[in-house]
Every structure is written in structure tokens, then in C-alpha cells.
């Protein structure tokens, strides 16, 4: 077989900061989007670059951006952020809206997909039209390197493009598919695939925390909520001896960011106004009357105290807004503040309920952190802190709370190994053929190979459910394929992978068994010759990283192959 160049499928391979002129993180968000950067040299000091974004209605600068992006009526990209919201207000006032394509909230779709394919659509705001999610992914990550690029240009450096790393933040509970889409729709928008890095976003917090927290020492052991607009994202780890990270409680959480809040709050509003479309109409009609009232309440949203006792929430009513009133309104709208804080019922009872049931399972931790968006909230943090189970054990939040995650993901891409092991979320296998056995094998599974009898479709486990994997420990497995006749010499090789939560170790399971889920495919590249006759693979797939990283190698040669996971 001809050498093969090498190509990585995670670039996690690679963990020496001298590869890189830049590491910059990515962090698209569920409300609001951004990145953040450090040279080789900044970075062995941990200082970081937030990037800048300048909003419609305010002079400040802030470091993330809505997650908004615009296409036009032919589905080609107008605009992103702050920009998009501007452009959408014209459209709006040309009454030409409706022929473009606006999305908002667009990441929390991958959270509720669980089989997730680079055709997989997302449905525009307003619920008429449908777009690829890639599209509206890879164009974001697009508009997001570019700014990266014009702020290093501004600063007079020099750089190579090929000498930049890409950290993309995802939650920890995402599925695998969905990790894979993105670093799909990163490659969509020009980054070459082994640049690209995810960071799973709780870690990103923890790696940040431990830099800067000098509470978090050897032996430690920490719970990261990482609220954000749409998720509650969970890890627990311990801090080794050597300084290292291990996962001691695997990911979880839900859906339970501050987008309930917000749909707290959009209800209430409708109620008030005795119109259950009132927002929705607002939005059609001034959209910059929308976003200022959404961002009325976001600020409020933020200072809200336990304290009932001060005076109620007073909220300007935008004067168009009171159209669409099916009753008698006044200038402002004023909310006790216990009617406020139960906006944040649901929320805040799910995010306790999280954390019992994981200290309930790890049994105690030192320390919980609070990062994300949505831990900018005081009344939500107070509301952690003071919870009676939580009482022994210190609850924290850094100041820059709503950027730990961006910085972090810096830190992350400097030592993408920092996190030593971690705990597997699902049995993961391939579908294999064994020598059928009439006494455990179901008939209907018997097949003839060879003038055998085999046994189709078994499952065969390469890690259970909640196993501890170290960062570079490998599960392998073997196969041979066959390709004497030549339309066969430059056939791809394909394996799937599958996942399961409920196979037990010893249990005989099947690939089309209810609750098994083919993820994607491991497709080996035949070399430029072509396979030889006989093929004999050897698969090393790696569970304990961030995401799912896989090498095929030529058994006999020891020669590897070009191997892609294709999601389907």
C-alpha cells in the first residue's frame, strides 16, 4: 500500500503550543455569539482578547453580539448580529421582510435533534420557510473568523492562516452527531478540518476558573453549571496531583437557560395585553421597538433581588406595542417583584433539582460554579446559594461570568489534554458478523457467508455506558475487507458506528435493536493506486475526548489511512 498522508481527524493530536500563532475560540450562543483570542507568545501568560462588537442602539462596545443572521429572498447571506438586526428593521420599514430568511435561537436545535445530518433544516423565525442548518451554522463561524482576522490586521500583527487554531465551544450534553455538524458547517466555512478543536463548554469554564480561582487546588473536587441562554450545562470534576482534570460525574443538564425566562415573561406579556400575539405582531410590525423592550427586560432581568419588599419592576411599553392591545394599557408596565421572581419559577426549580441529583450521586463536591449568561442574574445565584441542601458548600461566580467559557476555550486550545479522563455517556459499538449459534441466536438473524452460517447485525461493544476513559486511551478494533475485482479498488470503506444507553456488559444486543442509534460512518479513502486485493484495518477510536476521534491503519504496514465520520 502507497504512504498516505496523515489526516487527523481532531486536531487534539497536536498539543504543543508552538504550532499555533493564534488560538481563537468560537462561541456561538443561544442569544449571543463571539470569540476570543491569544498569540504564542500572550497565551503561555493566559491573557486573552475579547473580541468587540458595536450594537444599533448603544455606543458601547460589547463582547458578544445577538445571535441573529439574515439571508437574502436567494438564500445567499446578508448579515449577522447586530448588523442583521439593523438590516431587518429597513426591510421591515421597505416592507420587503418577509422575502429574506431570519433566525434566531437557531443552537438550540441541535440539542433537541438527536440523529443530526448535514442536510438536517432549520425553520425560520416566523415559521413559513425552511433553511440547511449548516448554511445558517457555517455562515456564522464565517462572520465571526473574518472579524477574528481584521482585529489581528489591526493590530499590525503577522500571522499565517494555516497557523491559527479553532476552538468551538459546545455544550457537554450535546449528542455526537451534533458535535460532528459543527465541526462539518467549520470546514463549510473554510477552516481547514485539522485546525479545528472543540472545547466542551463546562470544561472551557472549569480550565478558566482553575487559572484564575486559587480556591481550586490538588484534590478538589468542583460542580460547573454553565447557564446559558438555552441549556444548563453540568460537569463535576476532580483536580489531580499532577494537575490534571478528571470527569468524576458525566455530563447532564437540560434545557432550562434563560430563554424560559424570556418565554415567562413573553406569556405574561401577552396576558397583560389580553392578545396572546401581541410580541409576535411587534416584531413584525417595529422590530427595534421589540428588541428595546426585549432588552428593557434583560437588563431587569439582571438586577432583580430576592429582596420583595422593594419597589415593583417598571418596564417602558413601546408605543406601538399598545396597538396590539385588546384592553386598556398605561404608559409602563409595572410588575411586583414577586410576580418577577416567578418568572424564573421553572428554571431555577429545574436547576436545583440538577444539582441535588447530582451531589446526591457523587455524594459531596467543595465548590459549584456558576458561569454562563444567565448566572448574570443575582436573584438566580442568591436563589443557588441560599438553598438549604447547598448550605455547607461554597457556591461561586467569577466576575466575567457571561466570557468565562470563550476564555477558557482559549486556555483549553493550549492544552487540550488538561482534562485527564472522562466519563463515557453512551455504549458505543459496530455491527459485526459471528458464527451463528442456534441457541442464543435468533433465527430470523442467521445469514449464509461464504456457505457459512452467520449471525448478522450483532453489536459488538467497544465502551459501556459510564465507563472512565483516559484522554488518549484507544478502543480498537479489527476487519478485513475484500476488493480483487477492480470496480472495487477505489470503493470507500465504510463502518457505522453505533450508540446505546441500556446494553449491559454480557448482554448479546443487535444494531437494529429498539433504542440503538447508528451515529455516522467511519469512511476509510482508498490510496491513490487503489486498495490492494485484502484489506486488514485496525480501528482506534478514542472516547475519553471531547468529541469522538477515530484512525484507521493498515494492520500489516502499520501505515494509516485517510479516514473521515460522516454523520447521517
Known amino acids: ?48 482578547y475579547l473580541n468587540e462588537w458595536t450594537g444599533n442602539f448603544s455606543h458601547d462596545k460589547t463582547a458578544k453580539a445577538p445571535s441573529i443572521v439574515l439571508f437574502n429572498e436567494d438564500r445567499s447571506f446578508n448579515s449577522f448580529g447586530y448588523e442583521a438586526e439593523r438590516n431587518y428593521a429597513r426591510m421591515v420599514q421597505d416592507k420587503i421582510h418577509q422575502k429574506c430568511y431570519r433566525f434566531r435561537n437557531f443552537k438550540m436545535r441541535l440539542y433537541h435533534e438527536m440523529h443530526i445530518s448535514e442536510t438536517f433544516e432549520i425553520q425560520e ?18 462572520v465571526l473568523k473574518c472579524h477574528f482576522e481584521k482585529a489581528i490586521e489591526r493590530r499590525g500583527s503577522e500571522y499565517k492562516a494555516e497557523n491559527v487554531l479553532h476552538v468551538l465551544t459546545v455544550p457537554a450534553i450535546w449528542s455526537e452527531s451534533a458535535k460532528e455538524f459543527m465541526k462539518k458547517a467549520a470546514i463549510k466555512a473554510e477552516i481547514a478540518e485539522h485546525q479545528i478543536l472543540l472545547a466542551l463548554e463546562p470544561e472551557a469554564a472549569a480550565l478558566y476558573c482553575r487559572t484564575f480561582t486559587p480556591v481550586l487546588k490538588p484534590g478538589s473536587k468542583y460542580m460547573v453549571l454553565d447557564m446559558g441562554g438555552g441549556t444548563i450545562d453540568t460537569v463535576v470534576h476532580k483536580i489531580m496531583e499532577d494537575e490534571t482534570i478528571v470527569e468524576v460525574y458525566k455530563a447532564s443538564g437540560g434545557d432550562w437557560g434563560g430563554t424560559i425566562v424570556d418565554a415567562q415573561f413573553k406569556a405574561f406579556v401577552n396576558e397583560f395585553f389580553k392578545n396572546e400575539h401581541c410580541i409576535d405582531e411587534l416584531w413584525e410590525l417595529a422590530p427595534r421597538d421589540a428588541l428595546e423592550f426585549e432588552r428593557d427586560f434583560e437588563a ?33 408596565i409595572y410588575v411586583y417583584q414577586p410576580q418577577f421572581q416567578g418568572f424564573f419559577k421553572t428554571a431555577k426549580e429545574e436547576i436545583i433539582r440538577i444539582i441535588e441529583n447530582i451531589i446526591a450521586e457523587v455524594e459531596s463536591v467543595d465548590i459549584i460554579l456558576l458561569v454562563g449568561g444567565f448566572s448574570c442574574s443575582a436573584f438566580l445565584r442568591d436563589e443557588i446559594k441560599k438553598h438549604p441542601a447547598f448550605s455547607t458548600i461554597q457556591v461561586k461566580s467569577p466576575a466575567e461570568r457571561s466570557t468565562v467559557v470563550l476564555r477558557g476555550a482559549v486556555i483549553f486550545g493550549k492544552n487540550p489534554c488538561a482534562v485527564s479522563a472522562r466519563i463515557v455517556r453512551y455504549t458505543y459499538g459496530v455491527g459485526i458478523l459471528k458464527t451463528f449459534d442456534r441457541k442464543k441466536h435468533p433465527k430470523q438473524k442467521q445469514t449464509i457467508i461464504d456457505g457459512k452460517k452467520m449471525c448478522k447485525h450483532v453489536f459488538h461493544v467497544l465502551v459501556y455506558k459510564d465507563e472512565l476513559l483516559k484522554y488518549n486511551e484507544e478502543r480498537t478494533f479489527k476487519g478485513v475487507s475484500h476488493h480483487r475485482n477492480k470496480n472495487r479498488k477505489f470503493v470507500k470503506i465504510t463502518i457505522e458506528l453505533y450508540q446505546a444507553k441500556k446494553i449491559t456488559d454480557g448482554e448479546l444486543a443487535f444494531v437494529t435493536d429498539d433504542g440503538v442509534m447508528c451515529i455516522g460512518r467511519i469512511v476509510c479513502t482508498p490510496p491513490e ?39 447521517y
Open 529 to 567: 493506486n487503489g486498495w490492494p486485493d485484502i484489506v486488514e484495518l485496525t480501528t482506534k477510536i478514542y472516547f475519553g475526548q471531547a468529541s469522538i476521534r477515530i484512525e484507521n491503519y493498515d494492520t500489516g504496514t502499520k501505515e494509516q489511512i485517510n479516514t473521515s465520520f460522516e454523520i
Open 125 to 142: 423565525e416566523g415559521g413559513k420557510r425552511r433553511m440547511p442548518a449548516i448554511d445558517i451554522f457555517a455562515h456564522t463561524i464565517r
Open 300 to 332: 431587569k432581568k439582571r438586577q432583580i433581588s430576592c429582596d420583595t419588599s422593594l419597589d415593583d419592576i417598571r418596564l417602558q411599553i413601546p408605543y406601538r406595542l399598545k396597538m396590539f392591545a385588546n384592553t386598556e394599557v398605561q404608559e409602563h
Open 1 to 48: 500500500m502507497a504512504t498516505q498522508e496523515k489526516l487527523p481527524v481532531n486536531i487534539s493530536e497536536c498539543t504543543s503550543t508552538n504550532c499555533w500563532d493564534y488560538i481563537v475560540a468560537f462561541d456561538i450562543g443561544t442569544s449571543n455569539s463571539g470569540y476570543a483570542y491569544s498569540d504564542r507568545k500572550q497565551i503561555k501568560e493566559n491573557k486573552i
